[in-house]
């Protein structure tokens, strides 16, 4: 397997400390830390062990980030990927729309989100689960610039800094005020700013390219710093410092003409565009110094006032690094190969060291002064990682890789990641390769036990402060409670479980527990009781402490008897009787209480009355719950009330119903008048295919990568939802009030909470799906024309509850149900290469098939259109019972309804399993033919509707045909 390495450092953001360089475990964002000082205040690999790589797929061009254990990358292949440090295996990957990504990450562990800058946009993702939290839509499109997002973004007292290739430096707010997953320009002025990094920019001439550094200055005002240039053009590039409380121009300093900052300078072989970003030192000379890389030139600018200190010409361009900085010297590479450091107060030039080929890297070094770049090899075409004792400049190890490097670090708990792009061979395969220590120590010790309020027989918690004294990180530590010496006897009460315990710091692991007996109780506790973790010492993994118990009695019970009814209409008619019984073995029962999880309090008795139009709609869980004479609560017991609409007058998904009547109680419509109108979507020139759905006073609808909640009244927007993968969503949605979810089907199958457009949970499909989801009690049914299958899932949880494979073909219509049973139809081609549609009944329980009939051949005017037809929905069933006949009605794109008995008196082989078969009608009995059909005058593409004994379909021309049920 052949890897490549690129390291780009393109548009970045970065941090100085007052107190001078300084670092954590963690490396959240470019250069580790806002200043860019390049210092890990730990202890660097001193050899060139590789722990482990992982492929992405595409070119690596931007540096990693580290936070709590995880590798945070992004790269050409469009996709953000989280990795566990300790393994090198995935944790999630997230698509950003299909793009390259060139900018770093940065990690935000207060709001628990990552950003991502890519295309015209910046992302928030969720750190846990990488789904898409909001998005930032930049001012020019992917078309006008020319150019993806390539600033990286920093994180800074509840915001996130962002340098756009639009030209704009945005201070936009960590967390989305509207909640709707979509920032705006009002948004960012309510709670942060945009400043225009220069004139107006000719569209001849290129695009702005903005590397950020936010500087805190405890002295005076906080300052954020923007460098800019063009890619070609003329235009200067400039520095500027701005007010970081309002966005206004503090100073800028202009670099001049010659080399701006974005060139188009290849490494051989690559095309890679590389930029450099600004650090700084806050106690560097008078008033603190910025240093900016510009062409072949580094700048050292005065902090409070952008005035020139001194400027320095390296040996060739200055590319794709920030400078780092000690408490003497500043460092930097060029494309002729050279590390160069010079004094940062002076400019005079210390030492110069040939690595042997263009960095591309910003250098970091660690604790004890050793410096770690790297360097490419533009005759074998291969980057190397070198590792360099500052003191006296003898290189340490060198790492060579199988494709150039070109960005920079990350670095976690003493490990450093990089990532590389080989340009050799196709299928330029790329990865990411974490660079460890072989002795890397742990050293864990029991440092305090203790626990408070415990009371016998009541539910309570342990603590335990877990101290680890070792130079690296140890995840998943057991921790193991006993009452007494485990090596003299002593009992497990439990087993708690450490997710992490950084180097030199206390961890509490917590344990719940309930006492049986009361008084001081000795518990001791022992830390890795099985040995999984390699310690640099194992014997001093126990620890002991004393904790009170006070006595107390025996807990009461408490049951649910009955709730009559258990299933309501939500009206001012209906009243629910609620039963409890409860007993306390040794005193008398106190207090009761009855609560729901969407109402909350109910009551307080043990038995009561409400009127159903007193509870919201949805599905309850009501919980008792009662309290004794010692103070003693009782466990809760459960049952499930539901709470459904007065009147279905709710158009809940595609043909209004399960049964896709098409039916609805409300009332018509007097005039057509357009009360509001509401544009569908900003970024794609197509239209919608899916229908909107109304319930309880929301529209929703969806456009091609986005679900909208609006008022029904007036248009306005309550919630949004926008999926991260471009063309989902194309298909009506399903609405389930009862438990207040909304389903919507794409290349995703998401489902999403009604009240505020959350993720529950989502699938991933694998092909654009035009079927919207069926819902009906707890299970979710979808086609999906990927693998041609039907299938149910558990609406609450996701879980698959079973799937049925159609025999060749496609599946493009919404199923219905009734009658015990779920109908479709799919469109297929035979041996014979001949298009039809068949009819499918499934059972509800596992799937399986209980018939089927073909239809007609799929073909409109003698011309085979199966996708455009099923596009449309066509031939969705119609499921109802008219004068005690039960019946199934579909239409075929041949111009026929038929009408079907839904209990299967159709013979089971009128297709084979390959699709193939008999003519279905060719000298077939009376019960096994359709109850009856009927051929029109012109093609169907469109499901059916009934009502009251009607049925109703409208043809390809547009004309509306009304039929006898019978």
């Known amino acids: 397997m052949r890897y490549w390495v690129l390291l780009l450092a393109a548009s970045v953001l970065c941090m100085v400390l007052a107190s001078g360089p300084d670092a954590s475990a963690d490396w959240p964002m470019f250069q580790g830390t806002l200043d860019h000082s390049g210092f890990y205040n730990g202890t660097l690999p001193r050899d060139n062990t590789t722990m482990w790589s992982y492929e992405t797929g595409l070119w690596i061009l931007s540096a990693p980030a580290y936070a709590d254990g995880v590798v945070y990358a992004v790269g050409y292949d469009y996709h953000v990927h989280a990795i566990d440090a300790r393994n090198g295996e995935v944790i999630w990957k997230t698509p950003l729309d299909w793009i390259i990504v060139l900018s770093s990450p940065a990690v935000d562990l207060d709001h628990n989100q990552l950003y991502v800058a890519s295309l015209n946009k910046l992302y928030a993702l969720n750190l846990t689960t990488g789904d898409i939290v909001w998005e930032f839509r930049n001012q020019k499109n992917f078309m006008e610039t020319g150019w993806p997002e390539v600033g990286s973004p920093a994180v800074y007292n509840d915001h996130v800094y962002f340098g756009s290739v639009d030209g704009y430096l945005y201070k936009i707010p960590a967390i989305d005020p509207n909640g709707d997953g979509v920032m705006t320009l009002s948004e960012i002025n309510s709670d942060g700013w945009y400043f225009r990094s220069g004139g107006v920019l000719p569209d001849s001439e290129g695009v702005f390219y903005t590397p950020v550094t936010v500087a805190v200055r405890p002295l005076d005002t906080d300052l954020v710093l923007a460098a800019t240039a063009l890619e070609g053009g003329t235009n200067p590039g400039k520095l500027y410092a701005v007010d970081d409380s309002d966005g206004s121009l503090v100073w800028s300093y202009e670099f001049g003409t010659q080399t701006p900052i974005i060139n188009v300078t290849p490494i051989p072989g690559t095309g890679s565009h590389s930029g450099s970003g ?53 460092y930097v590479g060029d494309d002729a190969g050279y590390l160069t450091a010079y004094d940062k107060e002076t400019g005079a030039k210390a030492w110069e060291l040939y690595l042997g080929g263009p960095i591309r890297t910003s250098p970091v070094y660690d604790a004890e002064g050793y410096m770690y770049t790297a360097w490419n090899d533009l005759t074998n075409r291969v980057g190397v990682v070198r590792c360099i004792n500052l003191t006296n400049r003898i290189t340490v190890w060198e790492l060579p890789l199988e494709g150039y490097v070109i960005s920079s670090f990350g670095i976690g708990d003493n490990v450093i990641y990089v990532g590389e792009a080989d340009f050799n061979d196709p299928p330029f395969y790329s990865a990411i390769h974490s660079i460890g220590h072989g002795d890397l120590t742990v050293d864990l010790q029991v440092a305090q036990v203790m626990a408070k309020g415990l009371r016998e027989g009541d539910a309570g918690h342990i603590v335990a402060r877990i101290v680890n004294d070792g130079t690296t990180s140890a995840f998943d530590v057991k921790v193991r409670f006993y009452r007494g010496d485990p090596d003299a006897g002593g009992s497990l009460i439990g087993t708690a479980v450490m997710p992490r315990t950084r180097p030199g710091t206390s961890t509490p692991a917590v344990l719940e527990w309930a006492p049986t007996a009361s008084g001081d109780l000795d518990i001791y506790v022992v830390v890795d009781p099985d040995n999984e973790i390699d310690e640099e010492l194992e014997g001093n993994n126990k620890g002991s402490g004393t904790v009170s118990v006070v006595s107390g009695g025996t807990s009461p019970t408490s049951e649910i008897v009955s709730i009559t009814p258990s299933d309501v209409v939500q009206d001012g008619k209906t009243v629910i009787h609620f039963v409890g019984s409860s007993d306390d073995p040794d005193g008398t029962v106190e207090a009761h209480r009855w609560t729901s999880n969407i109402d909350g309090f109910l009551y307080s008795g043990e ?55 098409g039916y609805s109680t409300s009332p018509t419509v007097p005039a057509a008048t357009i009360e509001w109108s509401r544009p569908i979507g900003d970024s794609y020139d197509a239209g919608v295919i899916a229908s909107p759905v109304v319930v309880d006073g929301i529209t929703y609808y969806v456009d091609f990568n986005t679900t909208y909640a609006l008022n029904a009244t007036d248009g306005s927007l309550i919630w949004s939802y926008t999926d991260s993968v471009m063309y989902t969503q194309a298909a009506t949605p399903a609405v389930d009030p009862v438990h207040g979810v909304i389903a919507v089907s794409g290349y995703n199958l998401t489902v999403l909470d009604l009240d505020d457009g959350s993720l529950i949970w989502r699938k991933t499909l694998g092909s654009y799906e035009f079927a919207g989801p069926l819902i009906d009690g707890d299970r979710l049914y979808i086609h999906s024309r990927g693998d041609v299958n039907i299938t149910c899932f558990n609406l609450t949880t996701g879980a698959e509850m079973w799937n049925f494979k159609v025999a060749g073909g496609d599946l493009y219509s919404s199923p219905s149900i009734g009658f015990d049973r779920l109908f479709v139809t799919s469109y297929s081609t035979d041996d014979d290469n001949e298009n039809y549609y068949a009819l499918y009944a499934l059972s509800l329980t596992d799937g399986t098939m209980d018939w089927r009939w073909r239809l007609g051949d799929g073909s409109i005017g003698g011309v085979g259109v199966p996708f455009f037809g099923a596009a449309l929905s066509i031939a969705s069933p119609t499921v109802f019972t008219y004068q005690g006949t039960d019946y199934v009605v579909v239409g075929d794109i041949n111009g026929k309804v038929y009408a079907f008995d839904p209990d299967g008196e159709q013979p089971r082989d009128a297709i084979d399993s390959d699709g193939s078969g008999p003519d279905p009608f060719a000298g077939a009995a009376d019960d096994g033919s359709p109850i009856w059909e009927r051929a029109l005058d012109e093609d169907l593409i469109a499901s059916t509707s009934y009502h009251d004994g009607r049925i109703y379909v409208i043809t390809w021309l547009g004309r509306l045909y009304c039929l006898d049920a019978t």
């Not at 030139?297 to 010409?313: H, M, P, R, W």
């Not at 009330?641 to 009547?661: C, F, K, M, Q, Y």
Request: net charge negative.
């Open 278 to 330: 600004p650090s700084y030192d806050l106690n560097a000379g008078s008033n603190g110094i910025v240093w900016c890389p510009n062409g072949d030139k580094l700048y050292a600018l005065d902090l409070s006032n952008g005035g020139e200190i001194y400027v320095k010409t390296a040996n060739d361009w200055i590319m794709g690094q920030s400078p780092a900085w000690d408490e003497h010297n500043v």
């Open 607 to 661: 038995e009561f009355n409400l009127s159903a139009d007193q509870l919201s709609m949805g599905a309850h869980l009501i919980r008792y719950q009662v309290r004794d004479d010692d103070g003693l609560w009782s466990d809760n017991d459960t049952a499930l009330l539901i709470v459904r609409p007065e009147a279905d007058d709710d158009w809940l998904r595609s043909g209004h119903d399960v049964r896709n009547t």
